[in-house]
């Protein structure tokens, strides 16, 4: 498609068509200005970033992150609203090579004769490196504007060198009453909402689509719609709370399984668990499996959380979190999920220990930063004749045969002798541990005197 031919009927593959007719209630009450906008008030209020920057008609490139329906594609047309740029929608999930280098060729024509033009990304972090690189000249020469709109962590889904030639937005989801609120005028506006209808709507009504929402308006107005057909054929045309229930039916909650989401709300019940908060821990959990999460991957998580958060405070725990594991494999969703949930509670109300994790680690650090020395010949072996005039198990002592059943042989290489890695605390089981590790000092201290 070329900027200076007529808009076709249908528009091309990867390119959105923005016809008003019949359009969703969330497109036909989308924001014209930002006067009409609502919420980022940390990005388009009165002397913040992002409307400094459209007031001053700078052409920098941009990238908007932000969660569906807070208004990214909204701020973008605006953007090219306000500073008479032609405005052209690019789908990431539409689109190749193939669409951008034409794009890319009519925004450079239409360049030479004093047009600008905003190039809009959706979902541009689905465009893959060899996709982003060939945006590349054309943001550095000034050819297009470029505004990306990702749901997804830039600093992990856009390449290096296009991130740093563009300033990143960050939006945030709308409160519940803002959206009430918008919910409000697409009921009483006449030209674009649903005023025409004469619809009257309780505010518990419209305050449980909002929450429904989570932030996301464009969810709110789908349910609005629906609200509104059920309010017309019941000839109340009365929204009550009841008919907002009905209109949402079910929550959908916010996840990607893949996505930053995933692991912010991994972390979530990860640090609830640490942190001995077994509420918080209890509602992470019920966020996850609500949301559609793999009940076997929370399993796993939660063994992990075993042993590197609980470990020998606990020993159990590691035993009932595999018993969880087990449990949720014998009867499935939903029975299971309360093993799980049994699992977390434990694990959030137990003494807590990173001792071993903390050593293991400290283990593996040696044993990078040191030499690889052989095993010592008293801890080795001597099945042959051979093995033993060389030296094999020489000095070998058995600790059975010792008294208190510990010996003050030595069992790492030469190198690291004295080397302490594992220190218990004085948490749950682990003070036991460290009574006993204290004791055996004592053994070898008075076998080496």
């Known amino acids: 498609m070329s900027l200076f031919e007529q808009m076709p009927a249908q528009p091309p593959r990867g390119v959105k068509s923005t016809r008003a007719g019949g359009a969703p209630l969330a497109e036909r009450m989308r924001p014209r200005s930002l006067d009409e906008l609502v919420g980022q008030e940390h990005l ?45 929608e690019f789908s990431a999930v539409m689109s190749g090579i193939k669409e951008i280098k034409q794009v890319m060729v009519d ?9 600008r033009t905003i190039l809009f990304v959706d979902e541009i972090h689905r465009f893959n490196k060899a996709q982003q690189d060939a945006f590349l000249p054309y943001v ?5 504007r470029l505004i990306g709109a990702t749901t997804e962590n830039p600093s992990f889904e856009v390449i290096s060198a296009l991130l740093s030639r563009c300033r990143v937005y960050v939006l945030e989801p709308l409160k519940d009453e803002q959206i009430a609120l918008l919910l409000r005028r697409a009921l009483e506006d006449r030209e674009r909402g649903l005023g025409a209808q004469e619809l009257q709507a309780d505010d518990d009504a419209l305050e449980l689509i909002a929450g429904y929402a989570s932030g996301d308006c464009r969810t709110a107005y789908n349910a609005l719609e629906v609200a509104a057909q059920l309010a017309t054929a019941d000839e109340s045309k009365h929204i009550a709370k009841a008919i907002a ?16 989401e995933h692991f912010n709300l991994i972390s979530a019940l ?14 992470w959990l019920g966020r996850m499996l609500a949301a559609g999460e793999d009940p076997l991957y929370l399993a796993r998580r939660i063994v992990r959380m ?17 018993a969880a594991k087990e449990t949720y494999d014998f009867l499935g969703s939903p ?3 309360l093993a799980l949930a049994e699992a977390v509670v434990y694990l959030a109300l137990a003494p807590k220990s990173n001792a071993v994790y903390t050593a293991y680690g400290a283990a593996q650090e040696d044993i990078e930063r040191t030499r690889q020395e052989p095993v010592p010949l008293h801890l080795r072996n001597a099945p042959t004749k051979l093995m033993k005039e060389l030296g094999y198990a020489a000095g070998y002592k058995y600790a059975h045969d010792e008294e208190g059943k510990v010996s003050d042989m030595d069992c790492l290489p030469d190198s690291l002798k004295g080397r302490s890695y594992y220190v218990p605390t004085q948490e749950g089981r682990e003070k036991q541990l460290a009574a006993r590790m ?12």
């Open 245 to 260: 229930a009905e209109a949402i039916q079910r929550r959908v909650l916010m996840y990607d399984k893949q996505g930053e």
């Open 44 to 88: 388009v209020g009165p002397g913040k970033p992002l409307r400094v920057q459209i007031e001053r008609d700078d052409a920098s490139s941009m990238i908007f992150w932000g969660p569906p329906g807070v208004g990214k594609t909204t701020l973008a047309k605006i953007i090219a609203e306000t500073t008479q740029a032609s405005f052209i």
């Open 306 to 322: 075993a042993v590197e958060d609980i470990g020998l405070a606990a020993p159990e725990a590691l035993h009932l979190c595999l």
């Open 107 to 115: 925004a450079a024509k239409a360049a030479e004769l004093r047009s």
């Open 270 to 283: 990860h640090k609830s668990v640490r942190n001995s908060d077994a509420d918080a821990a209890l509602y």
């Open 438 to 449: 204290e004791e055996i000092r004592r053994i070898k201290a008075a076998k080496r005197g």
């Open 335 to 337: 029975e299971g999920e």
């Open 140 to 144: 550095e020469r000034g050819t297009i």
